[in-house]
């Protein structure tokens, strides 16, 4: 370590007390954080990364019991009293949560909450907080400080609500900030500001960091150094670099495996997935706690463990990630026919879509005249920033919201109409998928009467046995258990709830899904087998699928064609290899150079996109993205509507620029 350590946690240990039982959080954990460092900690849901940084933070639940040391500047915070602690606690120590929304009270206007932190913590006077406050919005890159500082919480961005609870977290120049998964639930350019923003500032306050996520993309952005937890312990640590070409450990190298990015495609090869899930932990277990779902295990894993120095500064429990005694499992790539070769048999038809909300004089244009189709048994990735018309577009396609104007077709048959008008075929041949399982699955039902109630409408299945067979198939197909008839949504984890969905569309055969975002909420290891499950699920049924997403690194993966949208117009589409291997919109260009790259040896420029979208209210006469282009050429841009510039069969973008300019793209 070449810094002296700001913070040193030595045999930690966490236990919660249940009626029943003990469940050990975290179990003996040794980490070091040195001056001016950024520690990144991944692991899946439940494998004690926030619990860790409770314990920090002296916030564990009445019932957990912590021993051991953690050394701040050579204290110990577990000897300290409650208010000896509060000393330390968002002063020194500050910490930045992932939902924001639960982080700032709505009553409460912006620049109270964050006046209140100097006055609390450096007694600073009213004027005084209000001027440490304007500074702290100024370093977060935030315009209009004195008119932000008025608003409330609702009326800011979700981008917004996250830098300014970052701002609240800098205000006493802490000497270390703990940030737990801030950037999961926002674009990708609005990611990458944070994370730069983080990174400038961590250099110029001189703090340390500690960057807790379940992907190492992201962590690699900020981290020095990773530490990989499973299970509440800590099973392998070193430089980003290290941790990415040697992982030592196999849950490690699975981890990393299980994440689509830069040149894995379906087509070539199949997500790594980790069996099982992460089971609670009793006090009486000994031994690797990663044993039970280990594709290299061997005998004497279960005894023989302990965490020793492999390398200068790497730190591993295990070192058979590539055990050549157990061979690696071949996963066999995806070989998914395209039916379309240009024979304009498409199975959806998009001509001049426009969707528009709210009253006349203050319209919402959430889709602006988009026209696109869909060939049979294909997946359309469509990706965007929040606002773009991603969702509604989704919305729309199902039936569940009416459109303004234009038409849509699907096999031929327009179902631009109200949803009541559509048959019940199309109801049937039409399905789609939330983002959050949780609120589209009724927790009074149990899965049985979720999946068959449509098996039932829509199939015309009356009989129960009948129902309850087709059941049982199609939930082995999603890897789901008969046992798993009689539980309610609430008895499910949120994999499990995903693959529930998945079930209850496919139950019925439709040809075209509309996925919204089905994995942006999941664990890598989830989402890798959600991934494979949509492509198996498709290999065998042939249907057609729209995958929205904001993860570009996902839509790659998983598409065959890419739609880029800007507030609620096309900005480019073509086969993913033109739009990922050439991007030519000046947006699409954006958005690939903010996507987190796994492998922490592929440097690219970022391209930070300054500013908010323009007002969805307001007509816009030019292109929509002019006033946040960093390749604007002039007023055409902001006068004149682009139009389509065709550059092959299959990719065209809508953009002011030359082929010539386009063609000077490069990440």
Not at 12 to 20: F, G, H, I, R
Not at 489 to 513: H, N, V
Request: hydrophobic residues 35%; proline residues 5%.
């Amino acid at each position: 370590m070449k810094n002296n350590p700001i913070l040193e946690i030595k045999n930690l240990d966490v236990v919660y007390k249940t009626l029943n039982d003990q469940i050990v959080a975290l179990k003996d954990i040794n980490l070091r954080v040195g001056e001016r460092e950024s520690l990144g900690i991944i692991g899946e849901s439940g494998c004690g990364k926030s619990t860790l940084f409770y314990a920090i933070m002296d916030y564990l639940p009445s019932n957990g019991i912590s021993s051991g040391e953690i050394l701040f500047k050579g204290e110990n915070l577990l000897e300290k009293s409650q208010k000896e602690v509060m000393e330390y606690r968002g002063d020194r120590i500050a910490m930045v949560y992932q939902n924001p929304y639960s982080s700032l009270n709505p009553s409460l206007t912006i620049g109270y909450q964050l006046d209140e932190v100097t006055r609390f913590h450096r007694g600073y006077s009213r004027k005084e907080a209000r001027i440490a406050s304007i500074q702290a919005l100024t370093d977060l890159y935030l315009g209009d400080t004195t008119g932000i500082v008025r608003r409330y919480p609702h009326q800011i961005s979700g981008g917004m609500q996250q830098r300014i609870c970052i701002a609240m977290a800098l205000l006493c120049r802490p000497d270390l900030l703990i940030l737990d998964e801030p950037t999961t639930a926002l674009d990708v350019t609005t990611e990458i500001v944070i994370l730069d923003i983080i990174g400038e500032l961590k250099e110029k306050y001189d703090m340390s960091l500690i960057y807790i996520s379940h992907d190492i993309g992201v962590v690699n952005k900020v981290a020095d150094r990773i530490a990989v937890m499973y299970r509440g312990e800590i099973v392998e640590t070193g430089a980003q670099n290290t941790i990415f070409q040697n992982p030592e450990h196999p849950y490690t190298r699975a981890l990393i495996n299980c994440m689509p990015r830069s040149g894995i495609v379906k087509e070539e090869v199949r997500l790594n997935t980790i069996p099982g899930y992460v089971a609670r932990r009793s006090a009486a277990e000994t031994g690797c706690p990663y044993v039970s779902r280990c594709e290299k295990k061997a005998p004497g894993c279960e005894t023989e463990y302990g965490i020793r120095e492999s390398a200068p500064n790497h730190f591993s429990s295990c070192n058979r990630a590539y055990a050549e005694d157990v061979p690696d499992k071949k996963r066999a790539a995806l070989k998914i026919p395209i039916e379309n070769n240009g024979n304009g048999k498409n199975i959806l038809a998009i001509e001049n879509l426009y969707k528009y909300y709210g009253r006349p004089g203050r319209k919402v244009r959430a889709l602006d005249g988009v026209s696109v189709s869909l060939d049979r048994n294909s997946v359309l990735g469509i990706v965007g920033e929040s606002g773009c018309g991603k969702s509604t577009m989704g919305l729309t396609i199902s039936g569940l919201l009416k459109p303004t104007k234009g038409k849509l077709y699907f096999d031929g048959i327009d179902i631009s109409i109200s949803w009541k008008k559509r048959t019940p075929e199309v109801f049937r041949e039409i399905q789609l998928i939330f983002q959050n399982p949780g609120r589209s699955l009724n927790p009074s039902f149990n899965l049985e009467r979720i999946i068959g109630r449509p098996i039932k409408k829509l199939l015309g299945i009356k009989s129960r046995a009948v129902r309850r067979k087709m059941i049982i198939d199609i939930l082995k197909k999603v890897d789901l258990g008969e046992e798993y008839l009689y539980r309610k949504a609430t008895q499910l984890s949120g994999g499990e709830m995903q693959r529930a969905a998945l079930a209850r569309a496919f139950s019925i055969s439709p040809d075209l899904l509309i996925c919204d975002e089905p994995t942006s909420a999941l664990d890598v290891s989830v989402q890798a087998s959600v991934l494979n499950l949509l492509g198996d699920l498709q290999q065998e049924s042939g249907a057609a699928y729209i995958f929205i997403s904001h993860d570009l690194n996902v839509i790659n993966y998983i598409s065959d064609y890419i739609m880029v949208m800007y507030l609620g117009r096309i900005c480019e589409y073509g086969r993913k290899e033109e739009i990922v291997g050439s991007p030519y919109h000046p947006y699409t260009e954006a958005l690939l150079s903010a996507v987190p790259d796994v492998d922490p040896s592929l440097k690219k420029k970022i391209i930070r996109i300054e500013g908010s979208p323009p007002n969805p209210t307001k007509k816009i006469e030019g292109c929509p993205f002019a006033d946040r282009c960093h390749r604007k050429i002039g007023d055409i841009c902001d006068t004149v509507l682009p139009t389509k510039a065709v550059f092959s069969d299959t990719h065209y973008t809508f953009c002011h620029l030359t082929s010539e300019e386009m063609g000077s793209t490069s990440l």
